[in-house]
C-alpha cells in the first residue's frame, strides 16, 4: 500500500534528525568507539540505588541493577526493548496478524497518546473522519481541535452498523468537494460508551467496506482483555483480519494493569508507525522508562500463564461489578430506563424514556441527588441536540453504592419528568 | 495580557471536556454522592501493591498501599496534587516570579513535552519563528513539519546576541511577525553558554517591544559552574506575563521517569492542558509519586545539596574535557569554556562541514559526536562545528576521544585538499 496519500500535510513533513540516524552506531558498537553524541545526564547522579515492589500474590519484584538503569535513564522512542519484544510476541500470539513482518509496534504513554498521534498524523480540516454515533468522548475531544468533517455512523447493538456505513461514505463520495475519507475509528469490543461488542461477521463487513474505501482502520481496544467471553471466544481483532496493511491497532494496559503507569502499544504498518514514531520523539522523546520496566517485569515474572490466570481474574470480577449494576439497575430503574446487557467492558449505557434531555438534568440536578454519570450528550458530535441517553460506570463503586446510586436516579429521574410535565 | 493572538487555529478549538470537569467534583465532595463517571480500572485489581526505592544517601522512599493507588490510578490531568503543591513552592522560592497569582504550573511528561504542547499551540504554516543559534535540535524537530521561515539569533560565549535579536526583528515582514523567541538560558544545548543577566533584561525589554513571548527551556538551571550564583531567569523578569518555563528533572533526578513542569500565564497554561488531557491524559502517575516523595524527604534544603553536588560533579566532568581538549586539539579546534550545560562546541578549523566528517568515518576514526550542522536552521549552508558530550564519560575515554577526533580531523583536511571544493 502507498500510505504517503494518507499523511497530513504536517505528518508528512517530519523527517529524523541527522542525530537519530547515529543512534544504530550504538547498537553493536565498538568497544574502542568514543562515543560523545548522546545528551544523556550521567546516571551516577540519580538519587535511587534499588527498587523492590511488592506484587498482589505476595511476591516481590527486586529490580537488577540494569533495570534500575534502563528505568531512570532515557530510553529509545519505541520503547523498552525488553518490553517491545514481550508485545510484539503477546500482539502474534493473540491476532497473528497476516503482514506481521511489514509491521511494527510502538509503545505509548497510555492508547490515548497514541490515537491522538494518529489522528494528526492522518487529518487535516476537512478531511472525512468516520466514527460511530455514539462515539467515545475523549476521541471527539482529540477530534474537535483538527475540525475534520465527521460521518457518524448510527449503532445498533454490534456497534457500527454497515448498511449504514456504506451510505454515508457513498454519500461522501458523491459529494461536490472530492475530498475522500481516510480513517475510520471505532472501538470493537465493549466500546466506551454504549459496552456493545462486535462480532465476527460484522467486523469483516466493515473490512471489506474499508477496503472498498481505502479506508485507515484506528481499532481502539482497551477492554480486550475485559469481554466476559472465553479468552477463546473473543471475536478476531481488526488487525487479525487485516490482509492489506490498513489497520491501526491501539492495545493499553490501563484497565487491566495500571492506569497510572501509562503503557500502551500501538501496532500498524510500519511506514505509518515511522511517522508516529517521529512526532513521539518530539513530544516525550520517550515514554515513562520506569514504567515500562515495571510492566516488563510483571510480564516476565507472570509468564503467558500467569497474565491469562490474572486476565481470567480480572473478567470475572467486572463481571461481578456488571451483575449488580444490572441488579440495581432493574430493582430501581425498570420503567423508567432501558438498556442492554453489556458483554465487556464497563459501563452501562442508560436512556431515560421520559426524559427528553439527560444533560440538565444530570449536570444541574444530579449533585442534589447525590448521583453523577455522564451525559449521553458528551458522546455526540453535536452536543447541542438533546438526548436522552446516559453512562454509568461500574467499574469502582460497591454493590451497596450501585443499589444506593440506582435508588438515587430514579429519583432524579422521576423529578425530571415532574419538571417537564410542568414545563409542558 | 490577552493571549488569543498567539494561539493557532488547534489551539484555539481545544475546550474543557465535560467528563473532565465531572470528574474534578469527585474531589472534596460529600461521601454519599455516588459517582458513576470515570471510566478507570477499580484498584482492587491493580497486581502492584506496595513498593520500596533505596536512596544513595541511605534513606527509603516507602510506597504504601495508599500511595501503590496513587501510582497505579489514572492523576488529575494537570499533575498529581501534592507534586504541583512542591513544585509551585520551588518555583517561588527560587524565582519569585511577578505576578505569581497569574500564573499556573502544568506538569509535563518531560519538558520536551511541555515544548511540544507550547509550539503546537502557536504554530502556523509559513510561520516566522525565532530561536536561538546553535539551537536544541528536539525544538526543531517539532517546528520544521510546519514549513517556517526560521529566523536564527546569534549567541556567544555570553549567550544570546541582543543585538542580533534586533536585527532578526527589523528584517521580518510586518505581516508574518513572529510569536515568541525560543531560547535555552543556561548551559544553552549545544553551545555551553549561559545568557549574561544584563543580556537578559535587554532581551526581555526587546521580546517586550516585538510583542513576543518568551519560551524559557531551562533543564540545566542547575548545572551553571564556576561558583557563580544562579542565574536569573526570564521568569523571575517577566512583568508583563509573556514567560513560558521548562523546568526538568531529567538532568538531576531521573530522565527516565519523565517528569516536568511548565510554569507561565493561567490562559496559556489551560490550552496546554487541554491538549495535554486529549494526549497523554495525565503523566506517569507513579513518575509523580516518587519524585513527589523523594522531595517532600528532601525538602528544599536536600534539594539543594544535592544540586549543588550534581553541579559540582558536571563541572569536573568540564574540566576533564577541557584538559583533554587542551592537549589534542589546540590548533585545530576552537571553543570557549562551557559555562553551564553538558556539551562542549567545538569549532573545525580548516574543515568547512563536518557532516560527512563524523557520519560517513566518525565509525572508522572510532570517535561519535554530533556534527553541528543538526543544530542549524539553514539545511544547505555547511557548518564546522561539533558537538561534544562530556556527561557520561570517564576521563582516559575523553582523551582517548579528543585525540582520536585531532586524526580524524587531520585525514578530513587531507582528503579535502585531495577533493575539488564541493558546493
Same mark, same amino acid.
Given at each position: 500500500m502507498n500510505y504517503s496519500k494518507y499523511l497530513s500535510k504536517v505528518a508528512a513533513r517530519r523527517k529524523p534528525s541527522g542525530i537519530s540516524d547515529m543512534r544504530k552506531y550504538l547498537?553493536?558498537? %565498538?568497544? %574502542? #568507539?568514543?562515543?560523545?553524541?548522546?545528551?544523556?545526564?550521567?546516571?551516577?547522579?540519580?538519587?535511587?540505588?534499588? @527498587? *523492590?515492589v511488592g506484587l498482589n500474590d505476595g511476591e516481590v519484584l527486586h529490580l537488577s541493577q540494569d533495570m534500575l538503569s534502563s528505568g531512570l535513564q532515557y530510553g529509545p522512542t519505541p520503547g523498552y526493548a525488553p518490553l517491545v519484544t514481550q508485545l510484539k510476541a503477546m500482539v502474534e500470539r493473540h491476532h497473528s496478524p497476516p503482514r506481521w513482518s511489514e509491521s511494527n509496534l510502538? @509503545?505509548? @504513554?497510555?492508547?490515548?497518546?497514541?490515537?491522538?498521534k494518529a489522528f494528526e498524523m492522518l487529518l487535516d480540516p476537512g478531511d472525512y473522519v468516520v466514527i460511530s +454515533?455514539? $462515539?467515545?468522548?475523549?476521541?471527539? $475531544?482529540? &477530534?474537535a481541535s483538527l475540525a475534520p468533517q465527521y460521518l457518524a455512523i448510527e449503532n445498533d447493538d454490534e456497534g457500527m452498523v454497515p448498511a449504514n456505513l456504506r451510505a454515508a461514505l457513498k454519500l461522501a463520495a458523491n459529494s461536490e468537494e472530492k475530498r475522500m475519507p481516510k480513517a475510520l475509528y471505532l472501538v470493537p469490543n465493549a466500546s466506551n460508551p454504549t459496552g456493545t461488542t462486535m462480532g465476527e461477521v460484522r467486523r469483516r463487513e466493515i473490512?471489506?467496506?474499508?477496503?472498498?474505501? +481505502? &479506508?485507515?482502520?484506528?481499532?481502539?481496544?482497551?477492554?480486550?482483555?475485559? *469481554?466476559?467471553?472465553?479468552?477463546?471466544?473473543?471475536?478476531?481483532?481488526?488487525l487479525s483480519l487485516d490482509i492489506d496493511g490498513?489497520?491501526?491497532?491501539? +492495545?493499553?494496559?490501563?484497565?487491566?494493569?495500571?492506569?497510572?503507569?501509562?503503557?500502551?502499544?500501538? *501496532?500498524?504498518p510500519a511506514p505509518l508507525l515511522a511517522v508516529m514514531e517521529l512526532h =513521539?520523539?518530539?513530544?516525550?522523546? $520517550?515514554?515513562?522508562?520506569?514504567?515500562?520496566?515495571? @510492566?516488563?517485569? =510483571? #510480564?516476565?515474572?507472570?509468564?503467558?500463564?500467569?497474565?491469562?490466570?490474572?486476565?481470567?481474574k480480572l473478567r470475572i470480577f467486572y463481571k461481578n461489578q456488571r451483575d449488580a449494576m444490572l441488579l440495581a439497575a432493574s430493582t430501581h430503574l425498570t420503567g423508567l430506563c432501558e438498556w442492554t446487557v453489556p458483554k465487556g467492558g464497563i459501563f452501562l449505557w442508560l436512556k431515560v424514556v421520559g426524559v427528553k434531555d439527560t444533560g440538565p438534568m444530570i449536570i444541574e440536578r444530579?449533585? *442534589?441527588?447525590?448521583?453523577?454519570?455522564?451525559?449521553?450528550?458528551?458522546f455526540v458530535v453535536d452536543s447541542s441536540k438533546p438526548n436522552q441517553f446516559m453512562r454509568a460506570a461500574f467499574s469502582c463503586v460497591t454493590p451497596e453504592q450501585m443499589m444506593k446510586g440506582m435508588e438515587n436516579l430514579a429519583s432524579l429521574i422521576r423529578e425530571e419528568i415532574a419538571l417537564q410535565n410542568n414545563q409542558a | 495580557m490577552d493571549y488569543t493572538g498567539y494561539m493557532n487555529e488547534v489551539a484555539k478549538r481545544r475546550e474543557p471536556l465535560v467528563i473532565r470537569e465531572l470528574f474534578g467534583l469527585q474531589h472534596g465532595a460529600p461521601k454519599d454522592v455516588v459517582f458513576l463517571t470515570a471510566g478507570a480500572p477499580n484498584p482492587e485489581t491493580f497486581p502492584i501493591v506496595s513498593g520500596s526505592l533505596k536512596l544513595r544517601d541511605g534513606t527509603t522512599l516507602e510506597l504504601t498501599p495508599d500511595k501503590m493507588v496513587d501510582c497505579l490510578q489514572y492523576g488529575p490531568t494537570p499533575g498529581y496534587p501534592p507534586l504541583i503543591e512542591q513544585l509551585k513552592t520551588i518555583t517561588e522560592t527560587i524565582h519569585t516570579p511577578p505576578r505569581w497569582k497569574d500564573r499556573e504550573v502544568l506538569v509535563t511528561t518531560g519538558s520536551q513535552s511541555g515544548l511540544l504542547m507550547a509550539l503546537e499551540m502557536m504554530l502556523t504554516p509559513g510561520q516566522t519563528v525565532l530561536v536561538e543559534q546553535p539551537c536544541y535540535t528536539g525544538v526543531l524537530s517539532v517546528v520544521s513539519p510546519y514549513n517556517p521561515k526560521y529566523l536564527p539569533v546569534e549567541s556567544d560565549g555570553e549567550g544570546l546576541v541582543p543585538s542580533s535579536l534586533r536585527a532578526a526583528l527589523a528584517s521580518c515582514s510586518p505581516h508574518n511577525k513572529p510569536k515568541f523567541l525560543y531560547t535555552v538560558p543556561t548551559g544553552s544545548n549545544p553551545s555551553g553558554a549561559v545568557t549574561s543577566e544584563d543580556r537578559r533584561r535587554e532581551v526581555y525589554q526587546i521580546c517586550r517591544d516585538n510583542d513576543l513571548l518568551i519560551l524559557e527551556d531551562d533543564p540545566y538551571f542547575f548545572l551553571h559552574y564556576d561558583g557563580k550564583t544562579p542565574p536569573t531567569s526570564y521568569l523571575s523578569l517577566d512583568e508583563d506575563g509573556r514567560v513560558l518555563r521548562f523546568d526538568s528533572v531529567s538532568k538531576v533526578v531521573s530522565a527516565g521517569l519523565r517528569v516536568g513542569w511548565v510554569t507561565?500565564?493561567?490562559?496559556?497554561?489551560?490550552?496546554?492542558?487541554?491538549?495535554?488531557?486529549s494526549s497523554v491524559i495525565s503523566s506517569a502517575s507513579m513518575s509523580q509519586v516518587v519524585v513527589s516523595e523523594l522531595l517532600r524527604v528532601w525538602g528544599l534544603e536536600g534539594l539543594a545539596r544535592h544540586t549543588a553536588q550534581v553541579r559540582q560533579f558536571y563541572q569536573n566532568k568540564r574540566d576533564s574535557m577541557l584538559q583533554a581538549a587542551d592537549k589534542y586539539l589546540t590548533g585545530v579546534c576552537e571553543w570557549t569554556v562551557p559555562a553551564g550545560g553538558m556539551f562542549l562546541w567545538l569549532k573545525v578549523l580548516g574543515v568547512r562541514d563536518t557532516w560527512d566528517m563524523v557520519m560517513r568515518r566518525g565509525l572508522e576514526g572510532k570517535v561519535m559526536l554530533v556534527p553541528g550542522h543538526a543544530f542549524m536552521t539553514d539545511p544547505i549552508r555547511p557548518c564546522p562545528y561539533l558537538r561534544a558530550s562530556f556527561s557520561a564519560t570517564s576521563t582516559p575515554i575523553m582523551h582517548q576521544g579528543m585525540k582520536n577526533l585531532a586524526e580524524l580531523i587531520q585525514r578530513e583536511k587531507e582528503l579535502q585538499r585531495m577533493k575539488p571544493q564541493q558546493g
Amino acid at each position: 500500500m502507498n500510505y504517503s496519500k494518507y499523511l497530513s500535510k504536517v505528518a508528512a513533513r517530519r523527517k529524523p534528525s541527522g542525530i537519530s540516524d547515529m543512534r544504530k552506531y550504538l547498537v553493536n558498537p %565498538s568497544p %574502542s #568507539l568514543v562515543w560523545l553524541g548522546s545528551g544523556m545526564p550521567n546516571p551516577t547522579q540519580f538519587p535511587f540505588r534499588e @527498587v *523492590t515492589v511488592g506484587l498482589n500474590d505476595g511476591e516481590v519484584l527486586h529490580l537488577s541493577q540494569d533495570m534500575l538503569s534502563s528505568g531512570l535513564q532515557y530510553g529509545p522512542t519505541p520503547g523498552y526493548a525488553p518490553l517491545v519484544t514481550q508485545l510484539k510476541a503477546m500482539v502474534e500470539r493473540h491476532h497473528s496478524p497476516p503482514r506481521w513482518s511489514e509491521s511494527n509496534l510502538l @509503545v505509548t @504513554v497510555g492508547a490515548q497518546d497514541g490515537v491522538s498521534k494518529a489522528f494528526e498524523m492522518l487529518l487535516d480540516p476537512g478531511d472525512y473522519v468516520v466514527i460511530s +454515533d455514539p $462515539c467515545y468522548s475523549d476521541a471527539l $475531544c482529540m &477530534l474537535a481541535s483538527l475540525a475534520p468533517q465527521y460521518l457518524a455512523i448510527e449503532n445498533d447493538d454490534e456497534g457500527m452498523v454497515p448498511a449504514n456505513l456504506r451510505a454515508a461514505l457513498k454519500l461522501a463520495a458523491n459529494s461536490e468537494e472530492k475530498r475522500m475519507p481516510k480513517a475510520l475509528y471505532l472501538v470493537p469490543n465493549a466500546s466506551n460508551p454504549t459496552g456493545t461488542t462486535m462480532g465476527e461477521v460484522r467486523r469483516r463487513e466493515i473490512y471489506a467496506i474499508a477496503q472498498e474505501y +481505502d &479506508l485507515i482502520i484506528l481499532e481502539d481496544d482497551p477492554y480486550y482483555f475485559l *469481554t466476559y467471553e472465553e479468552e477463546q471466544n473473543i471475536p478476531p481483532s481488526f488487525l487479525s483480519l487485516d490482509i492489506d496493511g490498513r489497520v491501526l491497532r491501539f +492495545d493499553s494496559f490501563s484497565k487491566i494493569v495500571s492506569a497510572g503507569l501509562r503503557v500502551a502499544f500501538v *501496532t500498524g504498518p510500519a511506514p505509518l508507525l515511522a511517522v508516529m514514531e517521529l512526532h =513521539l520523539q518530539s513530544s516525550v522523546i $520517550c515514554g515513562p522508562m520506569f514504567s515500562q520496566v515495571l @510492566v516488563s517485569e =510483571l #510480564l516476565r515474572e507472570w509468564g503467558e500463564e500467569g497474565f491469562s490466570r490474572h486476565t481470567a481474574k480480572l473478567r470475572i470480577f467486572y463481571k461481578n461489578q456488571r451483575d449488580a449494576m444490572l441488579l440495581a439497575a432493574s430493582t430501581h430503574l425498570t420503567g423508567l430506563c432501558e438498556w442492554t446487557v453489556p458483554k465487556g467492558g464497563i459501563f452501562l449505557w442508560l436512556k431515560v424514556v421520559g426524559v427528553k434531555d439527560t444533560g440538565p438534568m444530570i449536570i444541574e440536578r444530579g449533585i *442534589t441527588k447525590n448521583v453523577i454519570l455522564i451525559p449521553g450528550k458528551e458522546f455526540v458530535v453535536d452536543s447541542s441536540k438533546p438526548n436522552q441517553f446516559m453512562r454509568a460506570a461500574f467499574s469502582c463503586v460497591t454493590p451497596e453504592q450501585m443499589m444506593k446510586g440506582m435508588e438515587n436516579l430514579a429519583s432524579l429521574i422521576r423529578e425530571e419528568i415532574a419538571l417537564q410535565n410542568n414545563q409542558a | 495580557m490577552d493571549y488569543t493572538g498567539y494561539m493557532n487555529e488547534v489551539a484555539k478549538r481545544r475546550e474543557p471536556l465535560v467528563i473532565r470537569e465531572l470528574f474534578g467534583l469527585q474531589h472534596g465532595a460529600p461521601k454519599d454522592v455516588v459517582f458513576l463517571t470515570a471510566g478507570a480500572p477499580n484498584p482492587e485489581t491493580f497486581p502492584i501493591v506496595s513498593g520500596s526505592l533505596k536512596l544513595r544517601d541511605g534513606t527509603t522512599l516507602e510506597l504504601t498501599p495508599d500511595k501503590m493507588v496513587d501510582c497505579l490510578q489514572y492523576g488529575p490531568t494537570p499533575g498529581y496534587p501534592p507534586l504541583i503543591e512542591q513544585l509551585k513552592t520551588i518555583t517561588e522560592t527560587i524565582h519569585t516570579p511577578p505576578r505569581w497569582k497569574d500564573r499556573e504550573v502544568l506538569v509535563t511528561t518531560g519538558s520536551q513535552s511541555g515544548l511540544l504542547m507550547a509550539l503546537e499551540m502557536m504554530l502556523t504554516p509559513g510561520q516566522t519563528v525565532l530561536v536561538e543559534q546553535p539551537c536544541y535540535t528536539g525544538v526543531l524537530s517539532v517546528v520544521s513539519p510546519y514549513n517556517p521561515k526560521y529566523l536564527p539569533v546569534e549567541s556567544d560565549g555570553e549567550g544570546l546576541v541582543p543585538s542580533s535579536l534586533r536585527a532578526a526583528l527589523a528584517s521580518c515582514s510586518p505581516h508574518n511577525k513572529p510569536k515568541f523567541l525560543y531560547t535555552v538560558p543556561t548551559g544553552s544545548n549545544p553551545s555551553g553558554a549561559v545568557t549574561s543577566e544584563d543580556r537578559r533584561r535587554e532581551v526581555y525589554q526587546i521580546c517586550r517591544d516585538n510583542d513576543l513571548l518568551i519560551l524559557e527551556d531551562d533543564p540545566y538551571f542547575f548545572l551553571h559552574y564556576d561558583g557563580k550564583t544562579p542565574p536569573t531567569s526570564y521568569l523571575s523578569l517577566d512583568e508583563d506575563g509573556r514567560v513560558l518555563r521548562f523546568d526538568s528533572v531529567s538532568k538531576v533526578v531521573s530522565a527516565g521517569l519523565r517528569v516536568g513542569w511548565v510554569t507561565g500565564p493561567r490562559q496559556l497554561v489551560h490550552k496546554m492542558n487541554l491538549h495535554k488531557g486529549s494526549s497523554v491524559i495525565s503523566s506517569a502517575s507513579m513518575s509523580q509519586v516518587v519524585v513527589s516523595e523523594l522531595l517532600r524527604v528532601w525538602g528544599l534544603e536536600g534539594l539543594a545539596r544535592h544540586t549543588a553536588q550534581v553541579r559540582q560533579f558536571y563541572q569536573n566532568k568540564r574540566d576533564s574535557m577541557l584538559q583533554a581538549a587542551d592537549k589534542y586539539l589546540t590548533g585545530v579546534c576552537e571553543w570557549t569554556v562551557p559555562a553551564g550545560g553538558m556539551f562542549l562546541w567545538l569549532k573545525v578549523l580548516g574543515v568547512r562541514d563536518t557532516w560527512d566528517m563524523v557520519m560517513r568515518r566518525g565509525l572508522e576514526g572510532k570517535v561519535m559526536l554530533v556534527p553541528g550542522h543538526a543544530f542549524m536552521t539553514d539545511p544547505i549552508r555547511p557548518c564546522p562545528y561539533l558537538r561534544a558530550s562530556f556527561s557520561a564519560t570517564s576521563t582516559p575515554i575523553m582523551h582517548q576521544g579528543m585525540k582520536n577526533l585531532a586524526e580524524l580531523i587531520q585525514r578530513e583536511k587531507e582528503l579535502q585538499r585531495m577533493k575539488p571544493q564541493q558546493g
